[in-house]
């Protein structure tokens, strides 16, 4: 086996794409273009950009229709066979793999591409801009924050429940193709409560969080701090230890290096201007265990 010390005397051969977030024409002069590996710094969110759009409410109610379709399927053939047992362990897998998924997702964006992006884009500037003002996600109305992924449960999810119908899948095939899309969907919601002063959180939601059934303000925050590599999964967060303490993600990390002479961003010390500037952290209570 080999030591992973991939901070240390690795040559950059050539590193990922800096993922430069979109800007809004001002009057003011052009700033100078910023050097090469730095990621320029995104502004603050316009109140305009935190409202649901009628576009967007109506991805978030289709996408949550296929959810509730696949879901109903699952309870009528449970219902039928009479048991539920299937349904409910298939369940907690696609709860558990969601987690997962949401993890490897996050560290792809979070150290790989730019804004230019093929399909993952918008995404890879978005993630990147949280880092910058992360309690911004705080303050996005529900469907701007879940219709993305919303899309993409819609547009995936009622084809696949489709084909299981059509191919006389079980209670428990529909139960985990729902809850999972679901899961995923509702991740960005999970996210937000993990930045969220808990004076303003749901109730209940602090609870979950303590439970660890939902990721933890605690646990999300240290993804936040420096060397920004940690605790990716932002569903329950359940995944984040053993991920974390077995280095999966830097021997993934070593991988596309030595593969294609890609560096992760998180090798590299990050540029002070994509973490929150003091200004932005004062009367920031996102993190407070008050």
Known sequence: MYAMTPRCQLPPLRRAAPCRAATTTTTTPAAPSPSPGVLSS??????DELRSTWPQRAWTLAGSAAVLSSLSTSASLAR?????????????????LADLSTGVYHWFVDN????STPVFGSQIAAFQGHHRYPSTI????????????????ALALLPVDAAATAA????????????????????????????????????????????????SR???????????????CIVSGVWNELLDRHRVF??????????????PRSWDEPDTAWTEDATAAVGDT???TQ
């Open 42 to 47: 995104p502004s603050r969110a316009d109140p």
């Open 168 to 215: 006389g899948a079980p209670a428990a095939a529909h139960a985990f193709a729902g809850v999972f899309a679901a899961c995923v969907v509702l991740s960005q919601q999970f996210h937000a409560w993990a930045h969220e002063n808990p004076r303003r959180l749901p109730p209940g939601v602090e609870a979950l969080q303590a439970a660890g059934v939902l990721v």
């Open 250 to 263: 830097e021997a993934l990390e070593m991988v596309v290096f030595f593969r294609t002479g890609v560096r």
């Open 286 to 288: 996102s993190f407070h």
């Open 138 to 153: 705080t303050r996005r109305e529900p469907c701007n924050n879940l219709h993305a992924l919303a899309r993409a449960a």
């Open 80 to 96: 039928d066979a009479g048991s539920f047992a299937g349904p409910l362990a298939a369940a907690a897998a696609a709860y558990a």
């Open 218 to 232: 605690a646990q999300h925050a240290a993804h936040h701090r420096a060397p920004y590599n940690n605790n990716y």
């Open 112 to 115: 790989y591409g730019d804004a």
